[in-house]
Structures are given as structure tokens and as C-alpha cells.
């Protein structure tokens, strides 16, 4: 069983960055795929980035490319989504999730494990 907090949302003006990371125990962590998923309210949970266990896959939102990295420190079992050029659509609770498969998915059910959430919010 794979525990995973999430940190680092905050407030932010357009523009800005943040650096959220996801603190993985209970499992090892380095054996699992790891993603990011965000849920704005009144909307569903969506697809931000995901990064396989080794990190050579990496996958992103188009919303996001270009704009958000994801990374992971299997030797901290933790895993980071760095956002730059904020902007106020951006603004939700993130997510991170973990499941032990090969190739990173896209789709939030085929992930068994989640954190509580972080909020970020990206004023204009």
C-alpha cells in the first residue's frame, strides 16, 4: 500500500511558478508510475503529466506542454511537477497518483493510488 502526500500549491499571479511534490511511503516507490491529475471545481479530474518508473517516459496535457515538467527523485521516493507561466485556468487541487505499471497512462482509473490533493491558485 502506497501512501503519497502531495505539497507546495499555493497562491500565485499570473505568470508565476510553483514547484509541487508528491512524498511517496508504504511501497517502493521507484517501481511505480507516477502522475499528475487536476480538478477545478464544477469540473472533472483531468490528465495533467505522467512519467514512468525510470523517468525516460514522460507524457503531458497539451494545455500543459511546453509549460510544466514533471520529474521524480526515486532515491527521495518523491516526485515534483514544476509549473511555470501560471495561469488563472491553471487553478485547481492537483493531484498525484501511483500505480505499478510499465507505460505511464493517461486515464485517472487505471491508477490505484492518490494523494489528498494541493491547491493552486493562479489570480489574474
Known amino acids: 500500500q502506497v501512501q503519497l502526500v502531495e505539497s507546495g500549491g499555493g497562491l500565485v499571479q499570473a505568470g508565476g511558478s510553483l514547484r509541487l511534490s508528491c512524498a511517496a511511503s508504504g511501497g517502493t516507490f521507484s517501481s511505480y508510475v507516477m502522475g499528475w491529475f487536476r480538478q477545478a471545481p464544477g469540473k472533472e479530474r483531468e490528465f495533467v503529466a505522467t512519467i514512468s518508473w525510470s523517468g525516460s517516459m514522460t507524457y503531458y496535457a497539451d494545455s500543459v506542454k511546453g509549460r510544466f515538467t514533471i520529474s521524480r527523485d526515486n532515491a527521495k521516493n518523491t516526485g515534483y511537477l514544476q509549473m511555470n507561466s501560471l495561469k488563472p485556468e491553471d487553478t485547481a487541487v492537483y493531484y498525484c497518483?501511483?500505480?505499478?505499471?510499465?507505460?505511464?497512462?493517461?486515464?485517472?482509473?487505471?491508477?490505484?493510488?492518490w494523494g489528498e490533493g494541493t491547491q493552486v491558485t493562479v489570480s489574474s
Open positions: 497518483a501511483a500505480v505499478a505499471k510499465l507505460r505511464p497512462p493517461r486515464d485517472a482509473y487505471e491508477y490505484d493510488y
